[in-house]
């Protein structure tokens, strides 16, 4: 089987009315809203946000999912650089509301969007913290609650004077920027079949680009991306992520009908490319995880699990595909960011998943190029000039049969996005140094059945003298590591890259740092109130240039590996909030 093709036959994008019932609503119909007493003012001043300015976004703001199309993580402010950043302080802090937070902050000119769990957004005054409005959804019962693996929003998006949420319980909210009241509701998944959301949109000639995820059960209607409009919320197309029968790439998952084809989340977001006007939109694993548990072999491909898609926007045409891990046995999701770089004048991207390897792509063809692994793995024995992997027998469970796997479903690398210096020319990767054993087990074959049905051990990885936390820069040219630290306690933040020649990353311990991004020098530290986890931005008003950096709790790998593999690194189980860093005035 080919793992890249060109999109012929790979039509599948589908205005899907008998899928799920849509629902738009006006703003003067809904019943909840905005709450109002906690409401004392409005964003003033507001510009609504253009197209033009989410393709050149200003370096004062950070107002997209990792600061922009290419998803580098990188900010171009570079007040607070190598040789002041020591002096940096506190300058303002907020708590956020008790449940899993893995918040990326929204800020755009002077104010700064804030996802709370269960689904409350605030705008706040980005100099100062002070609240500007608040918004609370009225959630069924049962939902978002809690520290497990869902309820997290790793993103908010803006686009015109709306603020983009998609929610706990799969519907998407558009909220006024100005005033936080309702502006439209529109509803994406059945959340009582288990569908839900862990990540927002991105906006794209404005279209909301939205992955699913929560498809872990069976269903008849599988796994999908969706476009909807950010004037109406009215869904454009639906593309699936799981083959269908009877469409190509169907073969690949046996004889198993539609409903029993389990898996297949895009729960990171979409990168885009202007030029090529291409999304890059990664697909997650098979599910039940271990292949004999869903019915099928290590050699049924289960497209288009594990794999990046290649969108054309305007209708969700699949235009390519790389699947990077074919039949994936283990929960190793290749399902992440697509950091796209130009290499050599060739467009490229990048993309690194649990199993630890770094692919890169022509994100114009999807062909293989070249891959570095990052991280001590025992699954893929060999990887072919095509990119075609050949996997060990030793990593194959099955159901009552164990294996010992490495890396661990704490990866290699997880959701905590990657970063990219242009000055430096260099990838910044967040990766664990884990191990698991992995059980299968056996699930029923019938609608609503399925899950990830598996069990798991995990333990350190070898070689590793107990150090679970890798933080690793890699020159983009060559893949040789530039520097590299190892440590007791594992990252849990994305990297933030600044034109200060800065990396800033936190982990589990409580500390957040500033590294030098040429050397990896530790040039500012500090200890804040729990686990340092998420996504750090940097803005500026005023001419005063910020970093926020959030801490939080719950959440899966690689947070739920230390608690048996490291208990010693202890943290307090309460505290989600973001604190705001800057240098003294007038420094």
């Not at 049969?401 to 000055?423: E, K, L, Q, R």
Request: include cysteine; charged fraction near 20%; glycine fraction near 10%.
């Amino acid at each position: 089987m080919q793992n890249s093709s060109r999109g012929t036959g790979l039509k599948r994008a589908l205005v899907s009315a008998a899928a799920f019932l849509l629902l738009v609503t006006s703003a003067a119909a809904l019943a909840q809203g905005r709450d109002t007493r906690n409401n004392p003012v409005e964003v003033e001043d507001f510009t609504p946000v253009t197209d033009e300015m989410l393709l050149n976004p200003a370096p004062e703001n950070w107002m997209a999912w990792r600061n922009g199309y290419a998803s580098w993580g990188h900010s171009y402010l570079d007040q607070i650089n190598t040789e002041n950043v020591g002096d940096l302080e506190l300058v303002w802090s907020w708590a956020i509301a008790p449940g899993t937070s893995q918040l990326q902050p929204l800020v755009y000119d002077g104010t700064m969007y804030v996802y709370n769990p269960p689904d409350i957004v605030q705008a706040l005054n980005a100099a100062n913290g002070d609240l500007i409005w608040e918004y609370r959804r009225q959630l069924p019962e049962g939902v978002g609650g809690g520290l497990g693996t869902s309820g997290a929003m790793r993103n908010l998006a803006i686009y015109e004077d709306k603020i983009i949420l998609a929610t706990t319980d799969a519907w998407l909210v558009a909220l006024n920027a100005v005033t936080g009241a309702v502006e439209w509701e529109s509803q994406v998944g059945n959340r009582e079949q288990g569908y839900v959301y862990t990540s927002g949109p991105i906006i794209v000639n404005g279209k909301i680009i939205q992955g699913g995820t929560g498809c872990s059960r069976f269903h008849e209607e599988n796994c999908y991306i969706t476009a909807h409009s950010a004037d109406s919320g009215e869904e454009l197309w639906r593309t699936f992520t799981i083959a269908r029968e009877g469409e190509e790439g169907g073969d690949t998952w046996g004889d198993l009908p539609n409903m029993l084809r389990g898996g297949g989340d895009s729960w990171i977001p979409c990168s885009y490319d202007p030029e090529l006007d291409l999304l890059y939109c990664g697909v997650a694993q098979a599910k039940p995880w271990v292949p004999e548990s869903r019915g099928l072999t290590r050699e049924d491909a289960a497209l288009y699990t594990n794999s990046v898609l290649a969108l054309d926007p305007e209708d969700g045409s699949i235009v390519w595909y790389h699947q990077y891990t074919p039949g994936e046995a283990n929960d190793l999701d290749e399902v992440y960011e697509s950091v796209l770089v130009d290499v050599d004048g060739r467009p490229t991207l990048f993309e690194i998943g649990k199993h630890g390897i770094l692919w890169n792509l022509d994100r114009e063809t999807g062909e293989f190029l070249r891959y570095k692994e990052l991280s001590y793995q025992n699954v893929i024995s060999d990887i072919d000039e095509d990119g075609n992997v050949t996997y060990t027998d030793e990593s194959l469970a099955g159901i009552d049969v164990s294996a010992f796997v490495c890396p661990s479903t704490a990866g290699g690398h997880d959701w905590h996005a990657m970063a990219y210096n242009p000055d430096v020319n260099a990838l910044y990767i967040p990766l664990s140094q884990t191990c698991m054993t992995i059980t299968g087990r056996e699930v029923e074959f019938v609608e609503g059945g399925g899950g990830s049905a598996a069990s798991r051990q995990f333990h350190e990885a070898p070689d590793s003298d107990g150090l679970l936390g890798k933080l690793v820069a890699i020159d983009v040219d060559t893949l040789d590591v530039i520097w590299s630290h190892e440590q007791r306690a594992s990252y849990l933040t994305s990297p933030l890259s600044t034109a200060g020649g800065l990396i800033f990353a936190g982990d589990l311990d409580r500390y957040a740092r500033a590294y030098d991004a040429t050397n990896g020098d530790v040039l500012w530290e500090t200890r804040l109130t729990t686990s340092v986890q998420g996504f750090p931005v940097t803005y500026a008003v005023d001419g005063r240039q910020y970093v926020a950096i959030p801490v939080g709790l719950g959440g899966g790998s690689p947070r739920n590996v230390p608690a048996s593999v490291s208990p010693d690194v202890r943290h307090p189980n309460t505290g989600n909030a973001v604190f705001v860093f800057a240098l003294p005035e007038g420094e």
